[in-house]
């Protein structure tokens, strides 16, 4: 792990408490001025270095109001503060006090406060060698003599202090962090058994419609077996079963990413209807009888938007509906749901006519595993529920009159209000864009939104134009010069996008505009470029908008009979990526297992293999390791190794090129990103 993931590592560690360490910072350094120089005299005292160390801890106890921009530095400035106030800081004032007890025993407490705020004892031991360091040669340079009060045997009492607390805190963290690597070991085991059923099923659909012709021809045997109608409502139950299994990946993505982080992960927000939630919610809940739909009662006044989670707003509605239900069998039971505007927020009221919740139980509802005496009921729902809500930045309420009725009031802030915009700003830094054209104003502008928002930014001429690097660096958003391109490459870089959730803008100039012919699916991307601020409001308003990904069906046909490896222990899925592969020209031969493949390539040679990382017997891994170190496989040691798998991040991706693997799939891939990438190691 390097110096900085280690730094991240430990800010995210500390995060919870920064509030009350940065108030005790900036209050307690001042005050210890007066205690030092007036209660209890000590020979040396500095009320500038002093507020110095306060005014570095100041943000820490506000740093919700601290500008957006603070959030870019925070990790560095929670390094130079820590490593400043306390281990420097300290270490100075005892030199300057000529080692006295008072000194020797703040300089001790420091060492202890840095390791419970810095847990990692090699970044403890960096940043205590370079206090101490600079502290000694300031004093060095104020006192001349350094040594005056000094013994040796404090060096035996500083080590002992710092070797004893590190242990400390080492073991904790040690018993802390096997639980978080069981919680995601876990999660990812569980995120690979859902994702192969789902490639499978996803690899399905895409043969499904590369067999289904897109019309009929003129044969009249043929019109009578299946009608146009037909073809066309069967390619959108296609689609639509396609889109529906992307919404599973999704949550498994949000699954992984929120256990990562361990908190509700903001990274799938994006800008959505309320009413269209909520009316998918009602009409998707597992209602035990279909009559319980019409106890379901839903008016709005105003469909305003929010920033956050369809999957997880949805989530909250039924474990708030399945929670009414449970007494729906009192009369006149009914649920209201109402949506309504109330200053910079949206208010939502789901209230039912069930039994009601005791005034002594209101306060604990929102408790982890506390349950009010339903049956098979864990306690988690309505925590999980709340901390969904607060991950959207909103509160939830309840209110209840026994006998009678229940109120959860979920608030919700308006996507205009400052806190969203804070929100926003913060994921755009976790954001890749690439700018197709090279017109200089444009690029000017990019470059500068790029600065502000600390956005990942990359641009590319239309001529030397590539599909393989769009999916390559798995841009968020694609701005096209529409000036520079022509109607053709244009559809064509739509058709390549179309299966993913790449958003697009096409940029147009006010004067000297190139006429290209835009069809009904390109105009809602249009923007009329005038000034950066509307390329400004355009680029954020479009990078949090939801897109449904659409699959076109392409035809990619090699023309030389190269031989392609398929080694999944998923059955169907070799199967169906083996049918796109020959379908487009390549030889395809399937093993179950590494092993398998291993005895495959002592026969044959292949030109390519698309490797799964996790089989029985032997996995992706250790099967590329044999490649490419054993002589066996000489001549295949250089051959394309695309891995193949349902989670990958970006540290274990490096892990697995070091061991030679070449690129990289993630489960479920579109006809036309599996192409792209064979296409790209093949040539």
């Known amino acids: 792990m390097s110096i900085k993931q280690r730094i991240t590592s430990a800010y995210r560690y500390i995060e919870p408490n920064l509030f009350f360490i940065g108030l005790f910072g900036s209050i307690g350094f001042p005050a210890y001025y007066f205690i030092w120089t007036y209660l209890f005299p000590q020979p040396y005292e500095n009320l500038p270095l002093r507020l110095v160390c306060a005014f570095l801890f100041l943000p820490f106890a506000i740093k919700s109001y601290m500008p957006s921009l603070f959030s870019r530095y925070k990790e560095k400035h929670f ?3 820590i490593c400043f106030s306390l281990p420097f800081f300290f270490c100075y004032m ?16 420091a060492i202890f406060l840095s390791i419970i705020i810095i847990y990692d004892w090699l970044l403890i031991l960096i940043f205590t060698t370079i206090a101490a360091s600079s502290a000694s040669l300031l004093g060095y340079m104020a006192m001349g003599n350094i040594g005056i009060g000094f013994h040796s045997s404090y060096l035996i009492v500083f080590s002992f202090s710092y070797f004893t607390g590190v242990c400390f805190n080492y073991r904790n963290r040690i018993e802390i962090e096997s639980k978080q690597l069981f919680s995601r070991s876990f999660s990812s085991g569980i995120a690979h058994e859902m994702r192969n059923p789902l490639s499978a099923l996803y690899a399905s659909q895409e043969v499904l419609l590369e067999l289904l012709p897109e019309n009929l021809t003129a044969d009249p045997q043929q019109n009578r ?13 296609i689609k639509d079963n396609i889109s529906i299994i992307n919404n599973g990946h999704n949550t498994i993505n949000l699954l992984l990413s929120s256990i990562d982080s361990q908190k509700i992960s903001p990274q799938s927000f994006n800008n959505l209807s309320i009413n269209d939630v909520i009316y998918n919610a009602l009409n998707v809940y597992g209602y035990q009888q279909k009559s319980d739909r019409a106890l379901v009662f839903f008016q709005i006044n105003t469909d305003n938007q929010f920033f956050g989670n369809d999957i997880l707003l949805r989530y909250v509605f039924f474990n708030l509906l399945k929670n009414s239900f449970y007494y729906k069998d009192k009369p006149n039971f009914k649920i209201i749901i109402s949506v309504y505007s109330k200053k910079n927020e949206t208010v939502i009221s789901i209230k039912d006519y069930g039994k009601g919740i005791p005034s002594s139980s209101i306060k604990n509802i929102f408790t982890e595993y506390y349950t009010s005496g339903k049956e098979n009921n864990t306690g988690l729902g309505l925590s999980f529920c709340k901390k969904v809500i607060n991950a959207f930045s909103g509160t939830i309420e309840c209110y209840s009159t026994e006998n009678i009725s229940t109120t959860f009031i979920i608030r919700l802030p308006m996507i205009t209000s400052p806190i969203i915009d804070k929100i926003q700003y913060d994921l755009m830094s976790t954001k890749k864009i690439l700018l197709l054209g090279d017109n200089r104003q444009i690029l000017t502008d990019m470059n500068h939104l790029a600065f502000f928002y600390n956005f990942t930014f990359n641009n590319q001429k239309i001529s030397s134009y590539n599909t393989i690097n769009i999916e390559k660096n798995s841009y968020d958003c694609i701005i096209i010069d529409i000036n520079e391109i022509d109607s053709e490459l244009l559809v064509k870089i739509y058709n390549h996008i179309a299966t993913t959730t790449i958003k697009i803008i096409l940029i147009q100039h006010q004067h000297n505009a190139k006429k290209i012919i835009l069809s009904k699916t390109h105009k809602p991307y249009l923007l009329n470029y005038n000034h950066i601020d509307t390329l400004q409001k355009k680029l954020i308003t479009h990078i949090f908008t939801q897109r449904i990904a659409t699959n076109i069906a392409q035809k990619t046909v090699h023309s030389n009979r190269a031989k392609i490896m398929i080694v999944d222990d998923n059955m169907s899925l070799r199967l169906y990526s083996g049918i796109l592969l020959k379908n487009s ?8 297992n590494g092993q398998t493949a291993l005895d495959y390539l002592q026969e044959t040679t292949v030109d390519l293999i698309l490797m799964d990382s996790q089989m029985p017997i032997m996995s992706g891994i250790d099967a590329t390791k044999e490649i490419r170190t054993n002589n066996k496989y000489k001549t295949h040691q250089h051959i394309p190794i695309i891995c193949y798998s349902g989670s990958l991040d970006n540290t274990h991706k490096q892990e697995l090129m070091s061991i030679g693997i070449s690129d990289f799939l993630l489960k479920p891939s579109s006809k036309s990103t599996l192409l792209d990438i064979v296409n790209k190691w093949i040539e």
Do not use: C, P, Q
């Open 225 to 237: 077996l299946i009608s146009n109608a037909e073809i066309h409502k069967l390619r959108t139950i």
């Open 79 to 81: 390094v130079f503060t």
């Open 585 to 592: 020209g390549y030889d395809v031969v399937e093993a179950d």
């Open 94 to 109: 005892m030199i300057r006090n000529e080692w006295s007890v008072e000194w020797i025993m703040s300089f001790m407490a």
